[in-house]
C-alpha cells in the first residue's frame, strides 16, 4: 500500500508541474517575453535618449498634417537607416505586442462566452 501512495504521490507531483509549465508557457506569455526581450535588445543597441531628443516636436494644441508627416518621416527613416538587428528586434517587437493583443482580445471574448470552441459566433 505505501508503494502505491508513493507512486500516486510521484505522479501527482508530475502533473501538477505539468499544469503549472502550461500556465507559463501559453503563447500570450511567450509574446510577452518576446516583447520585453526585444525591446531590452532595442535598448542595448539605441541609445534610445538621443532618438527622443532628434525627433521632429508636434505641438497638440495646432496638430497638422506636416507635423504628422515629418514625425512619421523620421521614424522611417531611422528604422531604415539603423543596422540589421535593430530592425529585428523593432518587427519583433511589434510582432509580440500585436500577438499579445490578439491572444489578449481572444481570451476576453471566450470569457464573456461570446464565441464557441470553434471560434464562430454563438450569438443565437
Known amino acids: 500500500m505505501t508503494e502505491l501512495n508513493n507512486i500516486k504521490t510521484i505522479v501527482m507531483g508530475r502533473v501538477r508541474a505539468i ?3 502550461q500556465m507559463f508557457l501559453t503563447t500570450t506569455a ?3 517575453v518576446a516583447f520585453v526581450v526585444s525591446l531590452w535588445g532595442v535598448g542595448r543597441e539605441v541609445w534610445i535618449n538621443r532618438v527622443i531628443q532628434n525627433e ?3 505641438s497638440l494644441v495646432h496638430l497638422n498634417l506636416a507635423d504628422i508627416s515629418a514625425f512619421v518621416h523620421f521614424y ?3 528604422f531604415l537607416d539603423t543596422r540589421f538587428v ?3 528586434l523593432v518587427v519583433l ?3 509580440a505586442l ?3 493583443v490578439y491572444g489578449a482580445v ?3 471574448v471566450a470569457s464573456l462566452g461570446v464565441m464557441g470552441r470553434s471560434g464562430r459566433h454563438t450569438f443565437a
Open 19 to 21: 499544469h503549472v509549465f
Open 30 to 32: 511567450l509574446s510577452v
Open 56 to 58: 521632429p516636436s508636434i
Open 76 to 78: 522611417i527613416s531611422a
Open 86 to 88: 535593430v530592425q529585428v
Open 93 to 95: 517587437s511589434v510582432m
Open 98 to 100: 500585436a500577438w499579445f
Open 106 to 108: 481572444r481570451t476576453i
